[in-house]
């Protein structure tokens, strides 16, 4: 059974940082894209970030700079280190695996998802 767990998210200023972890578990994916997306209240879940098969990465514009999405195959891991995080960036953050090697922003093209972690950032 595949299972994707989250953690790191909580309480920041802004203009501070946080580091969240995704850690995979039922099957190596290793070769497979994975990726990073946020949902805050009353808005549809968006792409943060993602990561191919080789460590070819992509981001939204809106975290572009501030964010850096980085895997570990050996651990079957995924994090995000957030850094100059803004008010905006508050919201509840997934980790999500597709079953290709590239990565897309449509959230339905993901097979596999976290239960998510809160990230709130005050001002």
């Known amino acids: 059974q595949v299972q994707l767990v989250e953690s790191g998210g909580g309480l920041v200023q802004a203009g501070g940082s946080l580091r969240l972890s995704c850690a995979a578990s039922?099957?190596?994916?290793?070769?497979?894209?994975m990726g990073w997306f946020r949902q805050a209240p009353g808005k549809e879940r968006e792409f943060v970030a993602g990561?191919?098969?080789?460590?070819?990465?992509s981001y939204a514009d809106s975290v572009r700079g501030r964010f850096t999405i980085a895997r570990d195959n050996a651990k079957n891991t995924v994090d995000l280190q957030m850094n100059s995080l803004k008010p905006e960036d508050t919201a509840v953050y997934y980790c999500?695996?597709?079953?290709?090697?590239?990565?897309?922003?449509?959230?339905?093209?993901?097979?596999?998802w976290g239960q998510g972690t809160r990230v709130t950032v005050s001002s």
């Open positions: 999500a695996v597709r079953n290709s090697i590239s990565v897309v922003t449509r959230s339905r093209d993901y097979a596999y």
């Open positions: 039922g099957r190596t994916f290793s070769g497979y894209a």
């Open positions: 990561i191919n098969w080789s460590a070819g990465k």
